[in-house]
């Protein structure tokens, strides 16, 4: 059985204006899902015609737009103006969101409690968890002595699927993560039944900018990238 052409727009050689994604008349690259998913893309298609999930399209589409400011310039340079927490809040109030689920890690508890504030002088209520909800020891999971971080003590295990649970029950309208392991913000996405948006994600070296890595990866972070 021969390889398959998987989709790789990663390693597309055209630049990002030139792409078939990009306009009509656009370029495309070995293992171009826009010039060979054809099949794919009307699927997708269909599923933006339902009512709710075309809505809250059309509102993430609408807010895109609205982070940059002097779009009726001509020539347009991109000017963005507006953080993620304001987006976040724009978005949520377009939708008509009320109730929001603050899902945290306990590293960034300091940071939680910020954004809490912020997002309930908004008018939001907030329902927030914190990973080490419910105070289940990491033995429960089949964690070692060895596997601990602080070797020898007691530890409490993440818990996000309680995390999920927590705010399934509150009934949140859009929930935020803040700061998750990887891997227990994949558990929180799988339990979660509300649309979930991403404030920050972890990075314990570059001070939660995981970019950052990647833009030195040239360089400094050279040793990675072999």
Same mark, same amino acid.
């Given at each position: ?30 293992? =171009? ?23 809250? %399209? ?37 939708? $008509?969101? $009320? ?13 939680? /409690?910020? +954004? &809490? ?9 907030? +329902?927030?968890? @914190?990973?080490? +909800?419910? &105070?289940?020891?990491? *033995? ?5 002595? *060895? ?7 007691? *530890? ?13 029950? %509150? ?7 803040? &700061?998750? =392991? @990887? ?14 948006? @991403?404030? %920050? @994600?972890?990075?314990? +070296? ?5 970019? /950052? ?11 990675? $990238?072999?």
């Amino acid at each position: 059985m021969g390889k398959k052409n998987f989709s790789d727009c990663a390693s597309c050689q055209w630049p990002p204006a030139e792409r078939l994604c990009m306009g009509s008349k656009g370029k495309a690259s070995k293992g =171009c899902p826009t010039a060979g998913s054809k099949d794919l893309t009307d699927l997708a298609g269909k599923q933006y015609k339902k009512r709710k999930i075309g809505e809250f %399209a059309r509102q993430a589409s609408i807010q895109e737009g609205e982070c940059y400011i002097e779009r009726d310039k001509k020539p347009y340079s991109l000017h963005p103006t507006k953080t993620r927490i304001q987006e976040i809040c724009e978005f949520a109030r377009k939708m $008509n969101y $009320n109730r929001l689920g603050l899902v945290f890690c306990i590293g960034l508890a300091k940071e939680a /409690a910020i +954004v &809490g504030e912020i997002l309930k002088k908004k008018g939001f209520e907030v +329902v927030s968890a @914190v990973c080490k +909800v419910g &105070g289940v020891p990491k *033995e429960e999971i089949g964690i070692t002595e *060895e596997e601990k971080i602080y070797i020898g003590e007691y *530890e409490s295990m993440c818990n996000p699927i309680l995390q999920a649970m927590i705010v399934n029950a %509150a009934q949140t309208d859009f929930n935020l993560l803040l &700061g998750l =392991c @990887v891997g227990h913000d994949s558990l929180f996405f799988k339990y979660a039944k509300a649309p979930t948006t @991403v404030l %920050a @994600v972890k990075d314990r +070296v570059t001070g939660h900018n995981p970019l /950052a890595a990647i833009y030195l990866s040239g360089n400094y972070y050279s040793w990675f $990238n072999k």
